[in-house]
């Protein structure tokens, strides 16, 4: 007898044949059964409330297994509301505006529109950055998925043709990804608290335009792990110095006490991509053209 010198990879099925023949099994009162699926194909029971840990845990390693397959190492998160439109957009709405309400959320809608470009430009220059010589990625443009600064952010990759991450969450009214993230790195998730996770593992820097109370727990949890030293400081670039300054008293938490003199440095204020460029030149060595 002939020794194979080429033994198979592996001596039991894999779950997706075991799946796959599991659906072909006659049917019988006690096949038909919900007991009697395989728990891998039992959404019902993977839906329990007890098996939430497991959820978890699937919710953890999914996006880190493709991302891993996609050779991403790092990344550069855009954070921002989903509301604000882009500036033609922006100037329609305001055109279209009666009532003096209207009318003062339309202006200050359209002031911070420019924005949508500037996130086009600044994702567009680091989705032109080279693969590192072992085919790693670096500095891959990633977002919330959604419309407005995310949808530029991956619209700037889209545009020099590079790869762009969008994580997406279920929410009871519509929330679909925008067209220009990767289709096969656009992510839905049910938890935030791994969403935000999945947001932070990988960032190299946090380029975070004007937003709401989504940009605002994004963005405060970020500083607080910085602060605290549970992740180590990279750069947090806040778009729309006058925004801020409007929305949060950051002088004022360090002026009571609640947050240190030193905390204020944790962040920078940028309006421009090439002003955030320059920043993340002197803090990663980034080429300054």
């Known amino acids: 007898m002939t020794a194979d010198v080429n033994p198979p990879s592996r001596v039991f099925p894999t779950a997706t044949e075991d799946a796959v023949i599991a659906e072909k099994v006659e049917g019988t009162p006690q096949t038909n059964h919900p007991t ?17 840990p497991l959820r978890f845990q699937l919710e953890m390693l999914k996006p880190e297994l493709i ?19 882009e500036p033609q957009e922006a ?5 279209a505006a009666k009532t003096p309400h ?3 959320v339309a202006e200050r809608l359209y002031e911070k529109s420019h924005y949508y470009d500037e996130a086009r430009k600044l994702a567009y220059r680091f989705s032109t950055m080279p693969q590192d010589p072992e085919g790693e990625r670096h500095y891959v443009v990633c977002s919330g998925g959604g419309p407005s600064f995310m949808e530029a952010a991956n619209r700037g990759a889209h545009d020099a043709g ?27 998730f049910h938890y935030f608290a791994l969403r935000k996770m999945h947001f932070l593992m990988r960032a190299r820097a946090l380029v975070v335009f004007p937003g709401g109370f989504g940009t605002f727990d994004e963005l405060f949890e970020a500083l607080t792990l910085i602060q605290t030293g549970k992740m180590k400081p990279i750069p947090v670039l806040l778009f729309g110095q006058k925004f801020w300054n409007r929305v949060v008293n950051f002088e004022a938490l360090a002026e009571e006490g609640t947050i ?14 090439d002003e955030a460029w320059d920043v993340l030149h002197e803090c990663w060595g980034l080429p300054a053209e």
């Open 260 to 273: 240190s003199p030193r905390d204020l440095e944790l962040f920078r204020f940028v309006e421009t991509a």
């Open 102 to 104: 209207e009318k003062q």
């Open 91 to 95: 100037k329609a709405l305001l055109a």
């Open 36 to 52: 009697y699926r395989l728990a891998i194909a039992d959404m019902d029971f993977l839906l329990r409330e007890e098996l939430r």
């Open 162 to 188: 590079a790869p762009t991450i969008g994580l997406n969450i279920v929410l009871p009214h519509e929330q679909y990804p925008n067209e220009y993230v990767t289709p096969s790195l656009s992510f839905q």
């Open 67 to 85: 991302l891993k397959e996609h050779n991403i190492a790092s990344t550069v998160v855009f954070y921002g509301s989903a509301r604000v439109p």
